[in-house]
């Protein structure tokens, strides 16, 4: 397993490569870590994508058909992700995709704390390679992976900054698909997905604002109060 000793070595021995030889000689890493959890139920999903992305997006797991094909994001969820993303005009293969626990929990339940924190090394050692302009994280406990007090009702859509890196929470498709209000609260953030990332690649603000729809609704709460 991943220890930070371990990954200043790693990411020493391989400075002079490119950076799908980086991910490549990492995805090998976890295939031979035998002590990851799950690692003996389910196989591995690593990521996929163009390892020059400027935009990086990281969901919880994978799911049933991610289990099956190894790759991330490709059931109906992700079927509503490349919907999503065509509609930007930003093709799956210009974006890279992957979560942050990278084999399936069964029965789809939710990752535990423990096995968060076993793949987060190798999560950490994946943004380092890629080196996005923004990350985009699909749900709640990627979001609060990196943003443990941010909420996502009320922080999706946002602009953030984390350290070195520019963060954009989004609601899961998954959850999207279930709800036709979250449906279009996920379509109208991933419109404001390029703007969020010209932001970013112009150091743009820490904190975005509020989208004008929540001020308003902030303000009209305000209002009824006084009442």
């Not at 070595?9 to 002590?35: H, N, P, R, V």
Request: a positive charge; hydrophobic letters at 35%; glycine letters at 4%.
């Amino acid at each position: 397993m991943l220890t930070t000793k371990n990954c200043a070595i790693l990411s020493y021995i391989t400075s002079g490569m490119t950076k799908q030889a980086q991910l490549d000689a990492l995805q090998k890493e976890m295939e031979e870590a035998a002590i990851l959890p799950l690692a003996s139920v389910a196989n591995l999903v690593f990521g996929e994508g163009n390892p020059d992305a400027e935009v990086l997006f990281i969901g919880e797991a994978p799911g049933f058909h991610e289990d099956t094909q190894r790759r991330p994001f490709v059931g109906l969820a992700g079927k509503l992700l490349d919907k999503l993303l065509a509609e930007i005009s930003w093709p799956r293969e210009s974006v890279y995709i992957t979560n942050i626990v990278k084999r399936r929990p069964p029965e789809n339940r939710d990752p535990l704390p423990k096995e968060i924190e076993a793949y987060a090394p190798y999560l950490k050692r994946q943004i380092e390679i890629l080196q996005p302009k923004i990350i985009a994280t699909l749900g709640r406990f990627s979001m609060n992976y990196f943003l443990p007090d941010a909420k996502i009702s009320r922080d999706r859509g946002r602009l953030f900054k984390v350290n070195s890196h520019f963060m954009y929470p989004l609601y899961h498709p998954a959850a999207a698909l279930r709800s036709t209000t979250t449906l279009e609260e996920l379509r109208k953030d991933f419109h404001r997905l390029p703007q969020a990332l010209e932001r970013a690649k112009n150091s743009g603000a820490i904190k975005e604002p509020p989208p004008i729809e929540q001020k308003q609704k902030e303000n009209q709460n305000k209002q009824t109060s006084l009442f």
